[in-house]
């Protein structure tokens, strides 16, 4: 199963996981990090910016998750103008080696395979961030989602549509269409690490962690994954059911062993 570390807060949240990419970055100046989008990672992005100041962080690579399709990479809303702003700029990473889905109408139909190469190519993903929706997608794997999927263009949920009308002027201007890397290129990340944070997460991330595995929950495939480590406040912990003993686990662990 995943391990589920419970912190205190967003921040402490980000600390950690910062500092689990620092060690990866020091064993492997190119390590190749899965950048995710949202509200939730952010405090990660936030704490890499002290953690990486000063270091040649020039070879670091990266795979975003999910694009929206058909939205100008120029708009303040796509994935890429996101990933620019809050990760490429402020950590100085090289904005050529940070690749984003390409959500192009004009090259749709092979976006998804395209990405696929460019992430073999790189030798796959390192370490993969990843929040959760309140509908437990992860990545814009969208209920319903195989297991097995790959890189391809889904449709929108009305309930993400909803979530994400937020940064946008009206729920109008949300895509109905996404490309997103699938369950099963997440899968193939070597490290997992899922965040959530606040009481609206709660069932999504028991569903996840403890939760039969369906494809009804697409955060739960991380239950398949042999290194998921899942990181979440109080609030977001608050439907796990093996609480107290992931807190004991954890409590316990060995000083030599990351997260
Ligand atoms: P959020 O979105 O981080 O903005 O809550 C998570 C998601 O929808 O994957």
Not at 127 to 133: H, P, R, T
Not at 151 to 163: A, C, N, P, S
Not at 193 to 209: N, P, R, S, T
């Amino acid at each position: 199963m995943a391990e589920v570390v419970i912190v205190e807060n967003a921040d402490a949240a980000g600390a950690l996981v910062a500092a689990e990419i620092v060690e990866l970055i020091d064993g492997r100046p190119d390590a190749v990090l899965g950048l995710a989008t949202g509200s939730t990672p952010l405090p990660v992005y936030q704490a890499l910016r002290s953690r990486l100041a000063g270091r040649d962080v020039l070879p670091v690579r990266g795979f975003a998750l999910d694009e929206y399709v058909g939205l100008d990479p120029a708009h303040p809303e796509s994935y890429r103008s996101v990933i620019t702003r809050d990760v490429v700029e402020p950590l100085g990473l090289d904005p050529r080696r940070i690749h984003v889905p390409n959500g192009a109408q004009a090259t749709i139909q092979h976006a998804g395979d395209d990405y696929e190469t460019a992430i073999d190519a790189a030798g796959g993903v390192d370490l993969q961030i990843l929040g959760i929706g309140t509908d437990g997608h992860i990545g814009f794997n969208e209920p319903g989602s195989s297991f097995a999927s790959r890189t391809r263009v889904k449709t929108l949920t009305e309930q993400t549509r909803e979530d994400n009308a937020r940064f946008f002027d009206s729920i109008d201007d949300v895509p109905r269409h996404c490309i997103t890397q699938g369950l099963g290129t997440i899968l193939r990340a070597r490290h997992l690490v899922l965040l959530a944070f606040g009481e609206g997460k709660a069932q999504a991330v028991a569903d996840a962690v403890e939760g039969p595995l369906s494809a009804i929950l697409p955060g739960s495939a991380i239950q398949l994954h042999p290194h998921a480590t899942v990181v979440v406040d109080e609030a977001a912990a608050s439907r796990l059911r093996l609480a107290d003993y992931y807190r004991y686990t954890y409590a316990n662990k060995p000083d030599w062993q990351g997260i």
